[in-house]
């Protein structure tokens, strides 16, 4: 199958590129520089040079595929209403290209910020709020009816041996900045986390085999509790770690306030059950707290 990847040279992308490949698919990156050239030749994919801003890239690399991953984001949390609005209008330029194809058309979201404090389930949708942006997952499904395969993969916070762990990333950048590592109140809320080589897999299977209007959760563990991973990222920095308060959470944390403190555990297990996934990968404590993980 040819399969267009935005997002294909990223954290996750070079790995679901190389997956692809691996199991005989031909992959078309969108490359929207000389380093993600360079990256994708290595993969051994085809170039396409474009972005998430220039959508005619984007319905011309949508056309020249058998099927579609969109894996791209820009993950600016200070401007995350606008990158919300390009992320939406890049999945409408690729959606309507598709139209009446049934060509499988894949979307990213997350398994955050739907319901807090409950053990998200694939079965669970996720409402339009203006408190999130970021609504790759409506806009993606609502093709589900025009004839397009449209699904979405679910992502938790995602690590893998080079130093990124998803919102983890940025709260070590966050220790960094404060010159300590915190956590809001006892530490007890729960992040669900995958592994990057399951999640590439993930997105495979879907594409070879998922249903139309498919939600999928790349979840290898359900909830990791915010505590543990604070005090990996405190002995990495060596930095003290500290519990505040909730109505601290907004100077401490800026733009990322909104998840902090949140109680945000998920469910794989329909996913495993409908696409015979079975997550191997270190887990997320094992893997940050390894040394020189997070790169001082």
């Known amino acids: 199958m040819r399969v267009f990847v935005t997002g294909a040279a990223g954290f996750i992308g070079t790995e679901t590129t190389r997956e692809l490949i691996a199991h005989g698919h031909h992959v078309i990156g969108l490359a929207r520089s000389d380093d993600n050239v360079r990256t994708l ?8 040079r474009g972005s998430l801003l220039d959508l005619e890239s984007l319905k011309s690399g949508a056309r020249e595929a058998d099927g579609v991953i969109h894996l791209a984001f820009i993950h600016d949390f200070a401007k995350f209403a606008e990158n919300g609005a390009i992320d939406k209008a890049a999945i409408e330029a690729i959606g309507d290209v598709l139209v009446g194809t049934n060509r499988p058309f894949i979307v990213t979201s997350g398994t955050g910020l739907i319901a807090p404090g409950v053990l998200i389930t694939e079965e669970m949708r996720r409402d339009s709020s203006p408190h999130v ?26 690590h893998g041996a080079d130093g990124k762990a998803g919102l983890i990333s940025y709260l070590v950048e966050l220790a960094r900045q404060k010159g300590a590592a915190a956590y809001v109140g006892e530490g007890t809320e729960r992040w669900a986390a995958a592994h990057r080589l399951d999640v590439a897999r993930l997105y495979r299977l879907a594409l070879e085999n998922g249903a139309v209007d498919g939600i999928y959760h790349a979840v290898g563990e359900e909830g990791v509790p915010m505590r543990e991973v604070i005090e990996v990222v405190g002995r990495a920095l060596n930095v003290p770690v500290v519990s505040i308060r909730k ?37 997320l404590i094992a893997d940050i707290g390894q040394p020189g993980y997070f790169k001082v």
């Open 247 to 283: 109505e601290e959470a907004g100077d401490y944390y800026g733009p990322l306030a909104m998840f902090a403190g949140l109680d945000m555990p998920a469910s794989s297990a329909l996913t495993r059950q409908r696409l015979g996934w079975t997550p191997s990968g270190i887990g």
């Open 133 to 158: 942006p970021r609504v790759s997952e409506q806009a993606g499904l609502a093709y589900a009816s025009r004839g397009v395969r449209a699904m979405a993969i679910r992502l938790p916070q995602v």
């Open 41 to 48: 030749k290595e993969l051994g994919a085809e170039i396409h």
